[in-house]
């Protein structure tokens, strides 16, 4: 097998995890990551150990999917008993920062408010110093910033508890993984490699391009415990060869969630990669790996969340992405880390940050950042964006999961951008409370009224046809619901015809169909084709 050309099979899972558990980017992120595994991990694996019975009737309960019950077939204690012990050991350093953040948030809201901060610097925790600046904001209001690209360079950032899951899917069906720490399983081989590591480049290639093991292996520094299940993950069949696009008009592919591919002749761009695998029977068509372009000029990111960063996706990716587009931060708040340095840190190149109304251009393309509102729970995060993409005439907006909380900001845009002949808007308007997402961040305890309050919620119907009045679209198209039977793992979402997001994107579609709009609610796969309206 060493000298003959291998591919790596179609349906091979790189499952990234980080301390076991399956890894997404507020587990990259130093403080997030910190905050994740004590507000977060060290509770659930304390829950399960307490009452491992209550969890496994959770977790067959479809009310409470995606809540922090582990999902196991059998009474899994005694293994996690030993992950939360080896956790506050291997992870004694992000404990010691999680307390030391709580402890100094406690000191800020006890300081005299309006006086000098420089006092207090002596009694931020030892940890803590030289990572933070005291600051107030113009109510003097007193908080702090993480210097964060020093903390990649701290303790704090482990790469060490970085890991890579290899193991084969044979349908869509997965447990939601963002409550189950992943433990030893049969067919399941765990590789002891950091993200950025290029022996995940080297073997995400052979998807497409064949290879020796013997090549492969030059990139293995690290132990296979399991030879004969590594050499199972490859096969000598040629997977179905890629059709560049060469057309002369814009086409557009949906491959579910919020993933799209827009591609001419000369460019491509793929917007929040979400992409599923085949080689295996399944019920919903879809495009896949085997459908997008051998280089990838353009990726966009629009904001900081696990179903629009999917590791899962990017790092089997991150050797054809040219350029990697991100929006810009340099908050240094706790809940909003800098995506710029997590990409660079974990093995990426070529990592452009783009604010609001910025421009890059890329001969036929233009790409413009666009204010991204709402979403986000009312936290002051600025790491989000829509995109505008413009070529040769035609113009498409990508507003992902923007609430549009605020009618008069797309007023604006479109004084700035014009009218968008295609828009894609995201209507999962019931959304998480805070806490789903932001709870181990927070320093104190939010009453659930407060919690429920603030939502993860994508623009509900009114909110959405204000959009499409804004701006005035020829088409447009519903997306980034969760909907699609590959997204259930990360996204927990199940609806049914009466749920309110159903309902709601229902009628705007029937509406805008009404005013004479073409519009669709994506499920599954879309191709769409337009012409160039440039002479």
């Known amino acids: ?99 030391a953040i ?48 020093l903390l990649y360079k701290s303790p704090i950032y482990d790469e060490s508890l970085q ?15 963002l409550s189950t720490p992943r433990l030893e399983e049969p067919n399941v081989l765990n590789l002891g490699i950091p993200f950025r590591h290029p022996f995940i480049d080297a073997v995400s290639r052979m998807k497409r391009e064949p290879s020796t093991m013997e090549e492969l292996m030059e990139t293995v520094d690290f132990d296979i415990s399991d030879p004969a299940l590594f050499a199972s993950f490859f096969t000598e069949e040629a997977p179905v060869p890629y059709e560049p696009y060469d057309g002369d008009r814009i086409r557009m592919r949906y491959f579910g969630h919020a993933c799209i591919l827009l591609e001419t002749k000369n460019t491509s761009i793929l917007v929040d990669p979400l992409v599923a695998y085949y080689g295996y029977q399944h019920e919903v068509d879809r495009f896949s790996d085997v459908d997008l372009p051998d280089e990838i000029d353009y990726v966009l990111i629009t904001h900081n969340h696990q179903d629009h960063i999917l590791f899962e996706t990017l790092l089997p990716l991150r050797h054809k992405i040219k350029h990697l587009v991100i929006p810009k931060t340099t908050s240094g708040s706790l809940q909003d880390p800098c995506l710029k340095l997590m990409f660079k840190e974990i093995g990426f190149k070529n990592v452009i940050e783009i ?67 295609v828009l894609f808007l995201g209507m999962e308007c019931d959304g998480a409370p805070l806490t789903w997402l932001y709870g181990p961040l927070l320093t104190e305890e939010l009453s659930r009224e407060k919690d429920f309050s603030r939502r993860l919620a994508g623009s509900d119907y009114q909110r959405g046809i204000d959009l499409v009045k804004a701006l005035s679209p020829a088409e447009v198209y519903v997306y980034a619901m969760g909907l699609e039977p590959w997204l259930e793992f990360i996204s927990s979402i199940r609806y049914d015809e009466r749920a309110n997001p159903i309902v709601a994107s229902n009628r705007l579609v029937a509406e805008c169909r009404k005013e004479g709009i073409v519009a669709e609610r994506l499920f599954g796969e879309k191709e769409l084709l337009y012409e160039s309206v440039l002479v």
């Open 163 to 177: 890991s890579i899951s290899m193991w084969i899917t044979e349908n869509d069906e997965r447990p939601f993984v």
């Open 1 to 99: 097998m060493n000298n003959r050309p291998l591919y790596l099979k179609p349906n091979v899972v790189l499952e990234p995890l980080y301390f076991q558990w399956y890894a997404w980017s507020h587990l990259i992120s130093p403080a997030t990551g910190a905050m994740n595994i004590v507000g977060r991990h060290l509770k659930i694996m304390d829950s399960y150990v307490q009452a491992p019975a209550i969890h496994a009737a959770a977790a067959k309960n479809p009310k409470l999917l995606g809540g922090p019950f582990m999902d196991y077939a059998t009474n899994r204690v005694e293994e996690i008993k030993q992950l939360r012990e080896g956790t506050k050991q291997k992870g004694a350093s992000q404990l010691e920062f999680t307390a």
């Open 355 to 421: 604010g609001n109304l910025d421009d890059i251009t890329l001969g036929d393309c233009t790409i413009t950042g666009i204010p991204f509102i709402g979403e986000h729970c009312d936290l002051n995060i600025n790491t989000k964006s829509c995109y505008h993409v413009k070529t040769d005439g035609f113009s498409v907006l990508f507003c992902a999961d923007s609430c549009n909380v605020e009618p008069r900001l797309y007023q604006h845009v479109q004084k700035v951008i014009g009218d968008v002949d």
């Open 102 to 149: 709580k402890e100094l948030d406690a000191l800020l809201k006890q300081y005299d408010k309006g006086t000098s901060l420089e006092p207090l610097y002596e009694k931020v925790p030892d940890i803590l110093k030289g990572y933070v600046e005291l600051v107030y904001d113009l109510n003097n209001n007193p908080s702090f910033r993480l210097i964060e690209a």
